[in-house]
């Protein structure tokens, strides 16, 4: 969700009108997402890298969220939609923690979507602490390193149980991942468009969505052996 800031630089506006406009596209897009049937969309709020940002910024990004969590709670529970959060929960401010417990909690037996929020997220910093986890279940003893298999690292994961991502859509025109989901996003298919968060729109969401329904998914194999529909796991 890149861009904001570009955005709100590009109408002479300073870059808390950029937050605020792409609070409103967090809105729409987690509607259409959820008109489109989509099972999980994740979506990047917060990175660890962001708590160095100027300290009004992050108070602005902080009351925003809060902002979102107050408002939203009706409408996720309408829409059958479930919170949860990727990142580590603790290091938010405690009004917003608070409320976005309070959600998780509320929405925990929704099932048409699952809405991810990464906040003050880092996928480093999600591997660092599954590691620490594995570790520490060897040190006492409950198994060896060599019993770690892909799967047990993917459970350790912010996004444990959940499938990993078939499309990650990066906004604002940057060809990186930004320390997003680097084990999840194994063999996703990455989008980069120019338009800036902000602006996009429910049309600019299916477009991101048509183009990967384009691409063959090969998952390491030959493209004849994806076409002719072998077992592509
Ligand atoms: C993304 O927009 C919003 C957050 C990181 C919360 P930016 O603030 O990074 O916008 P640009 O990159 O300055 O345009
Ligand atoms: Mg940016």
Known sequence: MDGNGRWARERGLPRVMGHKAGARTVQKT??????????????YAFSTENWHRPLQEVDTLMGLLKTYLQSELDKLLQQDIRLCCLGEMSKLPGDVREVLEKVITRTAG??????????????????????????SRCVAGEMVPLDITDEMVSQQL????????DLIIRTGGECRLSNFLLWQASYAEIYITETMWPDFSKKAFYEAVHNFQQ???????????ASTGLPTT
């Open 158 to 165: 912010d996004t444990a149980g959940q499938p990993d991502p």
């Open 30 to 43: 987690v509607r259409v997402a959820r008109e489109m049937g989509l099972a999980v969309l994740t979506l």
């Open 215 to 225: 691409r063959q998914r090969r998952f390491g194999r030959t493209g004849e052996q």
């Open 110 to 135: 929704a099932r048409g979507m699952t809405l991810n929020l990464a906040l003050s997220y880092g996928s480093r910093n999600e591997l660092v602490r599954a590691m620490q986890r594995l570790a």
